[in-house]
């Protein structure tokens, strides 16, 4: 009866203790900053003002599709970006997507174009 008990024991403490590699979670020690903006957006004007490397503000005309991947020196304590847009058609839209590490951010962030044909928007802080 001993001997049944105790391998009980012992198969509940397997059971326990495995873990699935879903339980994985994003790596948020990573100062590896990828943004993506895709859409439809045809406007003349198309700008992503975001954090530079050294905790800056660039402003960058874009095409899209447009990526832009960088590593933040350790004294920057956040990063952002935000686009915006004139000049499209109402309706017109633009998807941020924000990645950590390899990992997404959060679930996508549209911008769609107002009747003028403009839009503004920005992703959450990141925060290192």
Same mark, same amino acid.
């Given at each position: *009866? %001993?001997? !049944?008990?105790?391998?009980?024991? *012992?198969?509940?403490?397997?059971?326990?203790?495995? %873990?699935?590699?879903?339980?994985?979670?994003?790596?948020?020690? !990573?100062?590896?900053?990828?943004?993506?903006?895709?859409?439809?957006?045809?406007?003349?004007?198309?700008?992503?003002?975001?954090? !530079?490397?050294?905790? &800056?503000?660039?402003?960058?005309?874009?095409?899209?599709?447009?990526?832009?991947?960088?590593?933040?020196?350790?004294? @920057?304590?956040?990063?952002?970006?935000?686009?915006?847009?004139?000049?499209?058609?109402?309706?017109? %839209? @633009?998807?941020?997507?924000?990645?950590?590490? &390899?990992?997404?951010?959060?679930?996508?962030?549209?911008?769609?174009?107002?009747?003028?044909?403009?839009?503004?928007? !920005?992703?959450?802080?990141?925060?290192?």
């Amino acid at each position: *009866m %001993k001997n !049944s008990i105790f391998a009980l024991f *012992m198969v509940l403490a397997v059971f326990v203790s495995c %873990k699935k590699d879903s339980d994985k979670k994003p790596d948020n020690s !990573s100062r590896t900053i990828r943004y993506e903006i895709t859409g439809n957006f045809t406007g003349p004007t198309l700008f992503a003002s975001y954090t !530079s490397t050294g905790g &800056g503000t660039a402003n960058d005309p874009i095409v899209l599709p447009w990526t832009k991947e960088i590593t933040y020196s350790a004294n @920057v304590a956040a990063a952002i970006i935000a686009i915006s847009g004139n000049g499209g058609v109402a309706g017109q %839209k @633009v998807t941020i997507v924000v990645k950590r590490g &390899g990992s997404q951010v959060g679930a996508p962030i549209d911008a769609v174009a107002d009747a003028s044909g403009s839009f503004s928007k !920005s992703a959450p802080a990141i925060v290192f």
